[in-house]
């Protein structure tokens, strides 16, 4: 993507009338915030939604032939003193600006495609990928931005976070208007609230699914978490778009306050999901939950889908209502999500009545909900096998926790490696064990996760659930440093083909 601006033209007139005159009319051919991607025509902005203050990388941008720079007003002496040959331009709070400067180089990348942001604690990447997944399926150009990847149509890119850096972000929304990309569905993750990265984006939509505890080595405090999270309805009421659409999910915590923050904004457009509440705009009845899909109905139409469990139903509610909004045949729409499942987020691999759940459940609050999700939905007589580890070097406290809920709600536990890393994959089982021990004797440990997923699912029978949980999409298991490819999916499928039970 080439774009070529003057200095001028980047920053406003204004400063460079009186000020920057000097170098006004230069070209930038690219603006950087990365000091390994600098040319000597390139801006190098010293902000990142990263990094809080100074960027420690303008030297090594220095030393690679840049000679522009805008650095936040507090720091541009300091440098100017020091590269006398370069320029450095002063701006005010530069974090908050990067958004806004990007978008400008980049053309507003935004006001050209329909924007929608998806926030809240968890959903927030199911619902994208749904949201995604069915607009493919009606045959709509469409991109996703979010933590399982990001994607250009078809085109999949690794996703360094779940919602990136601002320049990175608009440079991203920029490609996807070349690739004529009609519908964005983003996650909005708090830290890029926090930090800033949304900047500059004109949003149409922005949905809440939900929120409970998380992030608080982040935020600090509960209030701080959630005030950041309402946030995202003052972002929205910043776009520029002339129709701006909130949804949000009324069965969750604190929905009163999102809503009354909502309302204060008199020019956004409000709309409801609920599963309890036929006064919402989008509720959910007739459901129906099985260990192979569930079945619902919203606005009258039946939705069949292969995904599993009330959260999902919420999650699929979510998506209608966003797709809803665009004026697309609602049966369509409940057609085009009957087959969507999500890579590694209770994905479902049913053969011959058994069904392996795979999802990346790794703390216990989440392992504790996948498990009891599926225990909703176990036919009578099917048992629930669980399968996990713990991560080496690192939270060790949690492993006899997860021992101890596994123990509690499946009928029985196969122990395993998850990305041991540097510790000794039995002494992490031998903790995971002093929680499941003092619960149940029905468990095994088996270190080799491979041969543990074939152990459970061996021992299913039809009607029984094996989730497998703790890594969902990665496709990799870290041992020692080394970083080895291996995917449960992958597994799974084999122990299917090998047993000849065809699957889906
Ligand atoms: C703690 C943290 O925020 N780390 C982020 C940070 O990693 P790092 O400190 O190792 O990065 P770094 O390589 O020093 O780069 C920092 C900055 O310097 C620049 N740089 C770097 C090297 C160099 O030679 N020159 C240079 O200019 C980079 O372009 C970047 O702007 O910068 C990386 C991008 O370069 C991020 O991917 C990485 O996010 C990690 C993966 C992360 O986990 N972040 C969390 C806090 C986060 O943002 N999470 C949220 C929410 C997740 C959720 O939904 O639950 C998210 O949106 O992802």
Redesign the pocket.
């Known amino acids: 993507m080439l774009m070529n601006l003057l200095l001028r033209d980047i920053l406003g007139r204004e400063a460079f009338e009186t000020t920057y005159r000097s170098i006004a009319m230069k070209e930038v051919t690219s603006i950087e915030?990365?000091?390994?991607r600098v040319t000597p025509d390139t801006l190098f902005i010293a902000a990142?939604g990263?990094?809080d203050d100074a960027?420690?990388?303008i030297t090594?941008?220095y030393e690679r032939g840049c000679r522009m720079f805008l650095v936040d007003e507090t720091q541009q002496d300091i440098w100017q003193n020091r590269y006398i040959d370069a320029f450095f331009i002063g701006i005010p709070n530069i974090q908050r600006q990067l958004g806004k400067i990007a978008s400008h180089f980049y053309d507003h990348p935004s006001m050209k495609l329909v924007v929608c942001g998806i926030t809240g604690t968890s959903g927030?990447s199911t619902t994208a990928f749904v949201t995604y997944q069915a607009l493919r399926k009606m045959g709509f150009h469409a991109g996703l931005i979010g933590?399982i990847e990001y994607r250009i149509n078809d085109e999949s890119f690794p996703a360094?976070?779940?919602?990136p850096?601002a320049l990175m972000l608009q440079r991203f929304l920029a490609q996807m208007v070349e690739k004529k990309v009609e519908y964005v569905i983003m996650?909005v993750?708090?830290?890029?609230l926090a930090l800033g990265r949304l900047e500059g984006i004109d949003f149409d939509i922005m949905a809440f699914t939900n929120f409970s505890q998380?992030?608080l080595d982040?935020h600090k405090t509960m209030e701080e978490y959630f005030a950041t999270k309402l946030s995202a309805i003052d972002l929205l009421n910043q776009s520029r778009k002339p129709k701006r659409i909130f949804i949000y999910n009324q069965d969750m915590n604190r929905a009163v306050e999102v809503l009354k923050h909502a309302l204060s904004f008199p020019d956004i457009q409000l709309y409801s999901i609920s599963l309890r509440d036929e006064k919402a705009d989008y509720c959910a009845t007739d459901i129906v939950l099985s260990s192979e899909g569930s079945s619902f109905r919203v606005k009258g139409i039946p939705f069949s889908i292969r995904m599993i469990g009330l959260t999902n139903v919420y999650n699929f509610t979510m998506a209608f209502a966003i797709l809803a909004q665009w004026r697309l045949h609602l049966r369509a729409i409940a057609q085009s999500m009957s087959d969507i499942t999500v890579k590694g987020r209770v994905e479902p691999v049913v053969g011959n009545g058994i069904t392996a759940v795979i999802d990346y459940a790794h703390k216990p609050d989440a392992l504790e909900k996948v498990l009891l999700t599926l225990r909703d939905t176990l036919r009578e007589g099917g048992r629930l096998i669980s399968v996990f580890g713990a991560g080496g070097d690192r939270d060790r406290t949690k492993r006899p926790i997860m021992g101890e809920i596994s123990g509690k709600l499946a009928d029985y536990t196969v122990l395993t490696s998850d990305n041991p890393r540097t510790e000794d994959p039995l002494a992490i089982l031998a903790e995971i064990e002093e929680g499941i021990k003092r619960i149940t004797k029905n468990y095994i440990i088996e270190p080799d996760r491979e041969k543990a997923i074939f152990a459970a699912l061996t021992m299913a029978k039809p009607g029984d659930i094996v989730l497998i949980a703790g890594k969902g999409h990665e496709d990799y298991q870290i041992i020692g440093k080394e970083k080895r490819h291996f995917s449960d999916r992958e597994i799974v499928e084999k122990w299917f083909t090998q047993h000849g039970i065809p699957w889906k």
């Open positions: 915030n990365d000091s390994r990142s990263y990094i960027h420690p990388y090594d941008a927030k933590t360094p976070n779940t919602t850096d996650e993750s708090s830290h890029a998380d992030h982040f």
